[in-house]
């Protein structure tokens, strides 16, 4: 390989890495989960207030949050790819999206509408009311774009923080998950 060869490949590696750049977010790997008390707009609870560490309780869960400001068609295929994931995954897997936003009333209007376009089967669209932090314990880092956590036996087994994502992180996230299911 020439020089111009290798230096290209080196730009893009470094231009791909960049894109999704990885940031500190989320609880270290280890960690007890902290109780998640949101608001349901969508799924079995729709409409409720509830804590989903205690509703998912020992199955493993991704959980992703993101400002629902910050919510755009990207995030909406990756979304949708972890949900098929964590659906083939099988043991109960699951997936649930926090969106953390300071106008509650647009969210919870909105996320509805999200749905609908999606068509999500076994994701709740749920609200945490803060777009400036991330619920107590779960150390999320609003510089993320997306925090995502794999958690199995009310622990975190994974933590993920990217200044911006879309569908090509799924295998990584799908990859933890997998890890942590013994697959």
């Known amino acids: 390989m020439n020089f111009k ?3 290209s490949l080196l730009l893009i590696v470094t231009v791909t890495r960049c894109v999704h750049a990885e940031i ?5 790997v280890g ?8 608001f349901a707009t969508t799924g079995d609870h729709a409409g409720k207030e509830l804590d989903f560490t205690t509703e998912r309780s020992k199955k493993p869960t991704i959980y992703l949050f993101l400002q629902h400001e910050r919510f755009d068609r990207p995030l909406a295929r990756l979304i949708k790819a972890l949900e098929k994931g964590a659906i083939e995954a099988g043991n109960d897997s699951g997936l649930v999206t926090v969106f953390l936003t300071s106008d509650e009333v647009k969210t919870k209007e909105h996320l509805p509408r999200i749905q609908m376009s999606l068509q999500f089967t076994s994701n709740p ?7 400036t932090m991330g619920p107590d314990g779960w150390s999320v880092n609003t510089d ?19 200044r911006s994502a879309n569908e090509t992180v799924a295998p990584e996230i799908l990859t933890a998950l997998k890890k942590t299911l013994g697959k």
């Not at 960690?31 to 949101?38: C, M, N, Q, R, Y």
């Open 5 to 7: 060869a290798i230096l």
């Open 24 to 28: 500190a977010s989320g609880p270290n």
């Open 125 to 131: 669209l749920v609200i945490y009311p803060s777009a």
């Open 144 to 162: 993320a774009q997306l925090t995502a956590l794999v958690v199995n036996e009310g622990k975190v087994t994974a933590s993920f923080g990217y």
């Open 31 to 38: 960690t007890v989960v902290s109780p998640l008390k949101v």
